[in-house]
């Protein structure tokens, strides 16, 4: 029981800017990493980055040195910073963490996914 809750999407012109946010709650021990992926239409969902609990970072070619990631340990939440948006960056952006739970006598990682946001870059 982990929910994902994101908000910041919307409509931009090409060169702008948007900041998408992400908070997790519910039951789990720890976070290990959290981060975002994106799926336009009629593609597969691909990576756009990701930042681990200790800082490390990783980003898509696509995005790099345009999207900024970081993370907020205290309330669990990730943000990525997106500036020089183009029409390509035009996709439903999914908020993506990766958990300590702990069930009974056994602790395990696992996956949790957002519900989605928009973001759209048009003229």
């Known amino acids: 029981q982990v929910q994902l809750v994101e908000s910041g999407g919307g409509l931009v012109q090409p060169g702008g800017s948007l900041r998408l946010s992400c908070a997790a709650s519910?039951?789990?021990?720890?976070?290990?990493?959290m981060g975002w992926y994106r799926q336009a239409p009629g593609k597969q969902r691909e990576l756009v980055s990701t930042?681990?609990?200790?800082?490390?970072?990783n980003y898509a070619d696509s995005v790099k040195g345009r999207f900024t990631i970081s993370i907020d340990n205290p309330k669990n939440t990730v943000t990525l910073q997106m500036n020089s948006l183009k029409p390509e960056d035009t996709a439903v952006y999914y908020c993506?963490?990766?958990?300590?739970?702990?069930?009974?006598?056994?602790?395990?990682?696992?996956?949790?996914w957002g519900q989605g946001t928009q973001v759209t870059v048009s003229s």
């Open positions: 519910g039951s789990f021990v720890s976070i290990n990493a």
């Open positions: 993506y963490a990766n958990v300590l739970r702990n069930t009974g006598n056994s602790y395990y990682r696992q996956n949790y």
């Open positions: 930042i681990t609990s200790g800082g490390n970072t």
